[in-house]
T-cell receptor, first 115, second 109 residues
Framework: NAGVMQNPRHLVRRRGQEARLRCSPM?????VYWYRQLPEEGLKFMVY????????ESGMPKERFSAEFPKEGPSILRIQQVVRGDSAAYFC?????????????FGPGTRLTVL | KQEVTQIPAALSVPEGENLVLNCSFT??????LQWFRQDPGKGLTSLLL?????REQTSGRLNASLDKSSGRSTLYIAASQPGDSATYLC????????FGEGTQLTVNP
């Protein structure tokens, strides 16, 4: 059973371009979370999704950021018109359905560098 | 708003030493607490998960305790090894996790 997969592992974008980060949860997991780790800072929650639904996006910046988890395919975190301050490691985590306190399993992350 | 603090921020010990990492949180209404390990430039590896109804969990040389009433958890590492060198993160929550900033551990041969 493969773990949480994220791609690309490294992404370089110039200011103003778009970044698309993909996350494939573990098999059987229908709950996905995105977290961001800025340089020299801790991980911060961004958004929580179930299949086709955004459950909690309270940690997501109001502009330029969006996330989806379609019925088929991976979850996508999309950043439009990237700026240097978006440079960070973006981690995806997944868990099974059922109790909210089920363990979250993390992917290896996507490291975004904005030039 | 939940806040998680980890002490110390960095720790350097000789190989073989037993050590304790500390985590405190401000809101005791949590569903669970997870300890993770993060190696430089890598993702997070889950070490131990303590449900809110539990007081401790053990895995190999690791033991984690949880005291919800005082808002504290400790991660005990026995007989430390150089391979234990990493950043250790504490996270609390239920659905969304709130992370501490981590303790950077170096175990010297």
């Amino acid at each position: 059973n493969a773990g949480v997969m994220q791609n690309p592992r490294h992404l370089v974008r110039r200011r103003g371009q778009e970044a698309r980060l993909r996350c494939s949860p573990m098999k059987g997991h229908s709950h996905v979370y995105w977290y961001r780790q800025l340089p020299e800072e801790g991980l911060k929650f961004m958004v929580y999704l179930q299949k086709e639904n955004i459950i909690d996006e309270s940690g997501m910046p109001k502009e330029r950021f969006s996330a989806e988890f379609p019925k088929e395919g991976p979850s996508i975190l999309r950043i439009q018109q990237v700026v240097r301050g978006d440079s960070a490691a973006y981690f995806c985590a997944s868990r099974t359905s059922g109790r909210e306190n089920n363990e979250q399993f993390f992917g290896p992350g996507t490291r975004l560098t904005v030039l | 708003k939940q806040e998680v603090t980890q002490i110390p921020a960095a720790l350097s010990v000789p190989e073989g030493e037993n050590l304790v990492l500390n985590c405190s949180f401000t809101d005791s209404a949590i569903y669970n607490l997870q300890w993770f390990r993060q190696d430089p430039g890598k993702g997070l590896t889950s070490l131990l998960l303590i449900q809110s109804s539990q007081r401790e969990q053990t895995s190999g040389r690791l033991n984690a305790s949880l005291d919800k009433s005082s808002g504290r958890s400790t991660l005990y590492i026995a007989a430390s090894q150089p391979g234990d060198s990493a950043t250790y993160l504490c996270a609390v929550g239920g659905s969304r996790l709130t992370f501490g900033e981590g303790t950077q551990l170096t175990v010297n041969p």
